[in-house]
């Protein structure tokens, strides 16, 4: 009796130190050491490549989430990663610089729906036109038949697929007011049934939207695409332009275009960062202090790309990104 009863208090006892021993977990400690990243560090301990904006936005430590330096310690938790502030006297001197952060995302992946639009820049020719819809309907849905001008002299064929776009409105410069070019969406697909040297038949095999004459038709693409990270081979800076939804705030998930593209160097997979100026304040300052290191709001991915333009969605954000934020592309070093 005197054993069970001895055995119940113990267990009652770990029972009611259990959530105190939770509460006091101890971390890892881990040391920085050249070649390291935030990027890698949030993949190797906590299997999220993502999280690296949390860790300069939760730390003093990271003053720039381009930067770390080699000796800084690491605490690791469960749930997060804590950086320590290296002690001034500790910073190296003559030692080799810090170490940039190196995006090595070729392991990760991301997924898009087709639902993101893009900018069709001036220029840009559609393949063709949807002229009319079948009963002169107003709009059409999937299995609906409706018009359009390819024909044959286009070098159309029964059975070729188009997706189906409307144009939204055009999309000038935050900067220099310039139009860039026309916000579009898709609205579905169709495929070609009969022909004639100018015109054809079409059924809608797929509707996100109602069609409408007008709408204007581009070759199939396969819509779901996985989209493999890629790490930057140049430095570029550019501007998001516009956004898909037309909201002034922005945060994660959320699309947006830029203005940059291929004849920029692109490419889909990459990705930049959101940053904002810092403007000093001179009333403490004794010299003119003409710029400060920028602050990190955010990073996007771009999931495609135009010639001088592409489309994007935000993967992290600490702040409310808004259009006409500057974002940069950073080069692998």
């Not at 693409?221 to 705030?249: F, H």
């Amino acid at each position: 009796m005197k054993k069970h009863l001895c055995l119940a208090l113990l267990l009652l006892g770990l029972a009611a130190t259990a959530p105190f021993a939770a509460a006091q977990e101890q971390p890892t400690i881990y040391t920085i050491v050249p070649g390291d990243t935030l990027w890698g560090l949030s993949q190797r301990f906590l299997k999220d490549p993502y999280y690296w904006p949390n860790v300069w936005a939760n730390n003093q430590a990271v003053g720039n989430p381009h930067f770390i330096y080699p000796g800084q310690k690491v605490r690791i938790y469960s749930d997060r990663i804590e950086i320590e502030q290296l002690p001034f006297s500790a910073l190296p001197k003559q030692a080799p610089p810090p170490q940039e952060l190196r995006e090595e995302p070729q392991p990760a992946t991301f997924a898009v729906n087709g639902s993101e639009g893009f900018l069709m820049e001036n220029g840009m020719q559609p393949s063709g036109t949807v002229i009319s819809l079948h009963q002169n309907r107003e709009m059409a849905g999937t299995d609906d038949i409706v018009y359009t001008d390819i024909g044959r002299v286009h070098g159309a064929n029964p059975g070729d697929r188009y997706q189906v776009f409307k144009k939204i409105g055009p999309v000038s410069h935050p900067v220099t007011n310039v139009i860039l070019g026309q916000q579009v969406i898709p609205l579905g697909e169709l495929q070609l049934s009969e022909l004639e040297d100018k015109a054809s038949r079409a059924i809608v095999t797929k509707s996100f939207q109602e069609i409408s004459a007008g709408s204007f038709l581009l070759p199939y693409q396969e819509r779901k695409l996985t989209i493999t990270l890629k790490s930057a081979d140049r430095d570029l800076t550019g501007y998001i332009v516009q956004t898909q939804t037309g909201n002034t705030a922005l945060a994660v998930n959320d699309v947006v275009f830029l203005d940059l593209g291929k004849a920029q160097g692109v490419q889909p997979g990459n990705m930049l960062y959101i940053v904002r100026d810092v403007v000093p304040d001179q009333r403490y300052a004794n010299a003119k202090i003409e710029k400060l290191p920028v602050e990190v709001v955010g990073a996007l991915v771009v999931v495609s790309t135009g010639m001088n333009s592409s489309t994007a969605v935000i993967v992290k954000s600490v702040d409310t990104v808004y259009r006409g934020d500057r974002v940069e592309m950073k080069k692998s070093r």
